[in-house]
């Protein structure tokens, strides 16, 4: 089975996954990528020089705000939550990932 990092999927992918993961609790960046990858059964992976920078940008555009607290190893970690406004942008960025991915399934169907 091939796996893949976040970076070879298509532009918004990683936001998308980031949010979604985001969408129950908060979370730090190295739970986040675990969990991505978890759920994923291993095919998804994403890499820190990827993570971090997508972080970065979410919290800019204010879709997820973080703070500091102590990990479950006892070590200072940045968490990360979603904002409102982005779990309004998660349901635009659902919709239309749903949207996609059914048009790329029909062309995918035409063998």
Same mark, same amino acid.
């Given at each position: 089975?091939?796996?893949? &990092? ?5 532009? =918004?992918?990683?936001?998308? +996954?980031?949010?979604?993961? +985001? !969408?129950?609790?908060?979370?730090? =960046? ?7 990858? /978890?759920?994923? !059964?291993?095919?998804?992976? #994403? $890499? /820190? *020089? %990827? ?6 940008? +979410?919290?800019? !555009? $204010?879709?997820? @705000?973080?703070?500091?607290? #102590? &990990? @479950?190893? =006892? ?5 990360? /939550?979603?904002?409102? &406004? *982005?779990?309004? !942008?998660?349901? #635009?960025?659902? %919709? @239309?990932? @749903?949207?996609? &991915?059914?048009?790329? *399934?029909? #062309?995918?169907?035409?063998?």
């Amino acid at each position: 089975m091939a796996r893949h &990092s976040i970076p070879d999927l298509l532009p =918004g992918t990683l936001d998308l +996954l980031i949010l979604r993961t +985001l !969408q129950t609790e908060p979370m730090h =960046g190295w739970a986040i990528a675990e969990r991505i990858q /978890q759920i994923s !059964q291993d095919v998804l992976q #994403v $890499n /820190q *020089g %990827s993570l971090y920078p997508a972080l970065h940008r +979410l919290e800019h !555009q $204010n879709w997820i @705000e973080a703070e500091w607290r #102590v &990990s @479950e190893l =006892g070590r200072r970690a940045k968490y990360y /939550q979603l904002t409102p &406004s *982005g779990r309004r !942008q998660l349901a #635009v960025e659902t %919709s @239309e990932w @749903e949207r996609m &991915s059914t048009a790329i *399934g029909r #062309v995918m169907k035409l063998a």
